[in-house]
């Protein structure tokens, strides 16, 4: 008979049971500790291929972002780290963003020096775009 393991989310032990395959997804399973019936599969460690995605999310977590703001190298390195992981050319200006962060120069330092990161340009840059017409 396979053992399955449990996890009781109510006192948070963990127990085995004995069931059948019959039985399993039939039988009620109720903690022996506390009798709670707020139990839950534990599954075993598996290695899930993550995604880049995934990947990303956690690196985007705030949590580790937490202090970044005034370490400006940390940050640089955590972005650094990020576009390795990602594998992806991040362009010139990430790479001079992460380069002035490393050097530590705070980001609203960089913003200045960079003015096309603020987001808020786009419709500026006379001449520039012509270029192609003539
Ligand atoms: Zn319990």
Known sequence: ???????????RRSF????????YGEKKIVCPYCES??????IGRIRVARSEDSH???LADPSNLDGLEDDPRALGRMMRKM??????EMGPEFDEVVGRLEAGQSPEE????????????GEGSPGGMMEDDF
Not at 110 to 121: A, F
Request: proline letters at 4%; glycine letters at 8%.
């Open 1 to 11: 008979m396979p053992t399955y393991d449990f996890r009781c989310l109510n006192c």
């Open 16 to 23: 085995d049971v004995y069931l059948s395959y019959q039985e």
């Open 37 to 42: 019936e707020q139990v839950t599969r534990k």
């Open 56 to 58: 990303l999310e956690n």
């Open 83 to 88: 576009s390795s992981e990602v594998g992806e």
């Open 110 to 121: 960089i913003e200045k020096h960079i003015p096309d990161l603020g987001g808020e340009g």
